[in-house]
């Protein structure tokens, strides 16, 4: 703008008209040239821009210390890959991020297969695997929305025992659970109406559910969960596969997982959700690679990190685990 005053200013009085409308065409004409000029002939209808021409891309995380570490790692990836990230931490529940992601306040979720079909009322198929649940969750996606690959590591609910109570009562699956004299079940409230539950235990693997007993405690298979268990107040506990285990004092303790052979807890592999429109097929790319080597027992390793006496920081967490990769 500050170009076209100073042509304007120097315009004949009599010809200010016919000067002002070469000026405006030769703006014009310009501006069309700047734009053809800028785009490469050669590219297909639609194709990404590269990592060096791209948008800042928005990474937004849960309220939670593993989305933040997710939020962390893939925000190192993408860098490393040339891309210009912004991580927003702590956006809160599931049904506030994705609604950002959906109104594209942000362009990049972490988020964990199973919960998420559900959360789109997705039918899942009874027993279903990691690739049913995966195939179930793209199909109920908003039509803005797209689903990376998903990783080998997932968070999922577990039921846990202290290896006393296993050997006693020869529990090594939830279909042993039958052994018990009593059910004592240490979680979350919730848990008593989960899918998976008292009820869904007593369905699919036949524990008898007058036995269940819920002590609620809502720290997410936290501490206080686990010290339920080892106090025997709880004879079985809800932790989740990738806390760590750790008592009052926060030192680590050795539980036994049940296994869950029939998928009652459907899987809840760790998967990006984006916007298809907003993220380079290159950055999907970049994702999707760093994902498929990504396990359970290396989020597990980081969530000690940042939750045990370290206390370390998402972003130091994720950087040292790439660089170590």
Not at 63 to 76: D, K, T, V, Y
Not at 136 to 161: R, T
Not at 186 to 206: C, V
Not at 227 to 252: C, F, H, M, Q
Request: glycine residues 8%.
């Amino acid at each position: 703008m500050r170009s076209f005053s100073l042509l304007h200013s120097g315009l004949q009085r009599g010809t200010l008209h016919r000067g002002v409308a070469a000026v405006c065409a030769a703006v014009t004409s310009a501006a069309l040239l700047a734009s053809c000029s800028s785009a490469d002939p050669t590219a297909e209808p639609g194709a990404s821009e590269s990592a060096g021409d791209s948008k800042t891309i928005v990474i937004g995380t849960a309220n939670f210390p593993e989305s933040e570490i997710l939020g962390q790692l893939w925000a190192a990836t993408l860098e490393d890959a040339g891309f210009d990230v912004e991580v927003k931490s702590g956006i809160g529940s599931r049904e506030i991020y994705m609604k950002a992601l959906e109104e594209g306040t942000v362009d990049i979720v972490p988020e964990y297969t199973g919960n998420l079909a559900q959360f789109y009322k997705a039918k899942l198929p009874s027993g279903a695997d990691e690739q049913k649940v995966y195939e179930a969750l793209e199909g109920v996606l908003p039509e803005a929305l797209a689903a990376g690959a998903f990783a080998p590591a997932e968070s999922k609910d577990a039921y846990h025992v202290t290896p006393e109570v296993a050997k006693k009562y020869k529990l090594a699956s939830l279909a042993d659970l039958k052994n018990l004299d009593e059910i004592k079940l240490a979680g979350n409230p919730e848990l008593a109406e989960r899918p998976y539950g008292p009820r869904g235990l007593s369905q699919t693997y036949g524990a008898d559910e007058d036995k269940f007993t819920m002590h609620a405690i809502s720290d997410g298979g936290g501490p206080l969960t686990i010290a339920a268990l080892l106090e025997g107040e709880a004879n079985v506990a809800d932790i989740y596969t990738t806390s760590p285990i750790l008592d009052r004092d926060g030192k680590e303790v050795k539980l036994v997982r049940l296994e869950d052979p029939q998928n009652l807890v459907a899987p809840q592999n760790v998967v990006p959700v984006y916007r298809s429109a907003d993220v380079p097929q290159k950055a999907v790319e970049a994702l999707d690679k760093f994902d498929g080597n990504l396990k359970t027992e290396d989020l597990v390793a980081m969530n000690l990190r940042n939750s045990g006496n370290e206390k370390a920081e998402p972003a130091a967490i994720a950087r040292d685990f790439i660089d170590a990769s």
